[in-house]
């Protein structure tokens, strides 16, 4: 008998799919659905995977796909894990990517743990990704979808060896979203043509995420001086939290030049801003590093890598010890602490960390 697989069906058309390609090779499939924030949203495109909404959706998809469905309450945890964390970094200046966040705490966690007491042997998302078995070694590797424009293994770096063993990405074989669509059109699926949701689930469509923060934590948003790299005085602020680094819009002040936001320092309440060449950094210093299937490098290795979800690859070296890091054969622009940088060799996943500073 196949093993009974959990998919995490958010609402969306991907992992809508994912029980269709499933059932297709024979395997048995339960939906679960993640309810971990209450608000719901106007516009479409901001209702993730957390909107009330999208409930509705995976419940509607599972009702024609004839498969059995629970909704299962994450909210204390995603608060714990991701939104509190979120808050937490923008306290120390820092700009977090919360949607790996998730992945590492919620999905591929709790959701795993969940998966295993309902007695499925594996879960399933709608990422689009692939992992592969090392014949000599016998470890897993993360490696990019096959179709490279939805390729989604940079938010899924922080994957353990026992947690590749027990996941699927089925859409990682396939070659574009429109093939994803396509599936679902030929099933019938009310989902098929529902749009990608484009921000932060928990962060609505008014105000965005300095909203969210005011609300949360009223006390980052302090007046302040904005200041050159010298420390000369040009201006203020109304909250360090207001700023990342790379930021040229909304700064308030006029120099006759671009001004860029360099750094932020809320220890003292103040944003560092200066110009354009001030954002370029060769070393970019890494915290948390997860190591890929090979496990940490004896010596340097030659890879391509990014520091954001939406960049180019550029190439490279990474160091592992006890300062890991990666140095770039040119300067990277805003290298931004808290957001995530990704190596690869080829089209496998090295090892991905948290930044913690460039230089």
Known sequence: ???????????????????????????????????IWQESQTDPRHAGCCSLGAVEDARRVARILDIPHYVINFKEEFKRSVIDEFVREYEQGRTPNPCVTCNQTVKFDSLMSTARELGCDLLATGHY????????????RLMKARGQGKDQSYVLYGLTQEQMEGVMFPLGELGDKAETRQLARDAGLPVADKPDSQDICFVSEAGGYREFLRKARPEMFRRGELVTPDGSRIG?????????????????VAQGRPLYVLGLHPSTNQVVVGDRDGLLSQEVMLEDVVWGGAGEPEAPVRVQARIRYNMTEEPGTLFGGSQPRLVFDSPVRAVTPGQIAVAYRGQTVVAGGRIRAGR
Do not use: N, W
């Open 1 to 35: 008998m196949k093993p009974l697989v959990c998919v995490a069906m958010s609402g969306g058309v991907d992992s809508s799919v994912v029980p269709i390609l499933l059932k297709k090779r024979g395997y048995r499939v339960i939906g679960v659905t993640m309810q």
């Open 129 to 140: 990704a692939r992992i592969r078995r090392d014949a000599k070694t016998g470890r897993r």
């Open 236 to 252: 203020e602020h109304d909250g360090v939290a207001d700023f990342t680094v790379g930021q040229r819009r909304g700064l308030g």
